[in-house]
């Protein structure tokens, strides 16, 4: 553990720490941020109000569009001369959002990251291979500041240019690798292209995020690298990544959200209502720390569900591994869907790789879903049993009767280096 003593604070006095940085917090959003003085304003609420988490009910949700009005600098809630770094969402969903940090907000960037490193298994001494991109992304600056922080020696080799990140991995030996999960099945099968055993390397841990991903990916990436893979999360707005991370002994059960610095709510998505621990809504955060670019119950549009592990080895809450985005989300004949519960189902066909994209079409008003997957093994003759075991497994499982299109192997984009995009939507 790379921070024991907050690590695993009891509860009641992570509760105390949030409620006294919380004040502080609505203090400082209310006095420097002409947005939220007039949210307040205009609600009737007073930063007195807000004593403890419990309050914080009483303040509308931040929007991802609130900060877009705002754009570049309108939420900074310190003098330029006091930023030290400025970074940009990777606009997945349109028009990037810009963040600041402080020499102090990059501090505590520092110190998550290096806490989520440790939690995913690597160890002081070892060497990362970062393979998020650098630039205004937050994932390859946030990595290496975090490696850095924990006493690992950084590979800043960023994304893409896959041949090279190979080339990398067989002679740096790095013994930690981070990238998306996506970007992770691209490494395993070039190294089953190029004939590489992976035994040869040195990389032991898989530290993987960004994008929405599950177990059936999981399995491809731990097998195909000889990795302990492990899920890390964060956005933006908040920080970066960093914001949860996943143990690597306990994989499979969540994320632990660094509570000391972020508060999080899961609320439902209609009605903005909180919803009790367990039960799966929209993830909205509030910074506890953050000096340049504090936020107050930011709607992160992602769907998961928060809880306490009480065999954990740590104190801190958990999230679920997200969903999906709630604006990603698909809505077919009534039924909500998410690409990763048609990437679960592929999970439960052991001759279909998760290599897949799902095509939306309009058919007269009604919209309509195509997978396009691949098998494992190019077996054509069977594609008309493998298309039918999916359709009934995802009507079985999601309850929708889509088309499915077995492709052979290597017919699907595959990740270049960063997000991949599993939905095509041609509905206009
Ligand atoms: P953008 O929102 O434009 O993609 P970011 O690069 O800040 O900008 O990405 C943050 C978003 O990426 C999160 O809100 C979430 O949707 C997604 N994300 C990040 N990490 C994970 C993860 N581990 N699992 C699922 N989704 C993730």
Redesign the pocket.
Known sequence: MHNPKIETLPVEELRKLQNQRLRQTVQRCYEQVPFYKSLFDEKGVSPGDIKTVEDLHLLPFTKKDDLRKNYPYGMFAVPMEEVRRIHA?????GK?TVVGYTQNDLDVFDEVVARSLACAGARPGMKLHNAYGYGL??GGLGMHGGATRLGMAVIPVSGGMTERQITILQDFQPEVICCTPSYAQTLAETLVKKGIDPADLAVKYAVL?????TEAIRKQVEDGLQVTAS??????EIIGPGVSQEDFEERGTGSYIWEDHFYPEVVDKDTGQPLPHGQEGVLVFTSLTKEAFPVLRYW???ICSIYYDRDAKRTHIKMS??KG?SDDMLIIRGVNLFHTQVEEAIHALEYLSPHYRLIVDKKGSKDHVTVEVEDVKGDTGSYDQFTSSLQHQIKNTIGLSMDVIVKTPGSIPRSEGG?LKRIVDNRG
């Not at 969402?89 to 969903?93: H, L, Q």
């Not at 899920?231 to 933006?236: A, V």
């Open positions: 969402s990777s606009g997945t969903t990037p992304f937050t995020g960004a994008e929405p991903w899920n890390i999360y964060g956005l933006s992160t549009n992602d591994s997200i985005r997000k």
